[in-house]
């Protein structure tokens, strides 16, 4: 069983900036990819960026490509998600997910966070 805990979250004016942290528990969590998802109120929940075990392959969604960075620290068993110039439609709840590898947590990941509130104002 792995437990995934995000933080980070809030409100902030668009074009500025937040890091989301996920903390998970587990001693495995070094071979594991990790991901970023959101939900919007009203929308599906979709991928928004993954990272595979050593952090040598990162993807992102077109919408988030050159503002956001996916990153992580093994030795703190976190993954981060850092957002750069934020628009109001970044506001979701965002979500962190591991799998086996990236396209694994993108199409089904084995566990889920319980998700963290950003809000983008305008």
């Known amino acids: 069983q792995v437990q995934l805990v995000e933080s980070g979250g809030g409100l902030v004016q668009a074009g500025g900036s937040l890091r989301l942290s996920c903390a998970a528990s587990g001693r495995t969590f070094s071979t594991y990819a990790m991901g970023w998802f959101r939900q919007a109120p009203g929308e599906e929940r979709g991928i928004v960026s993954a990272i595979d075990w050593s952090g040598g392959y990162t993807y992102y969604t077109d919408s988030v490509k050159g503002r956001f960075t996916i990153s992580r620290d093994n030795s703190k068993n976190t993954v981060y998600l850092q957002m750069n110039s934020l628009k109001p439609e970044d506001t979701a709840v965002y979500y962190c997910?591991?799998?086996?590898?990236?396209?694994?947590?993108?199409?089904?990941?084995?566990?889920w966070g319980q998700g963290t509130q950003v809000t983008v104002s305008s």
């Open positions: 997910a591991i799998g086996t590898t990236p396209a694994a947590v993108k199409i089904r990941p084995n566990y």
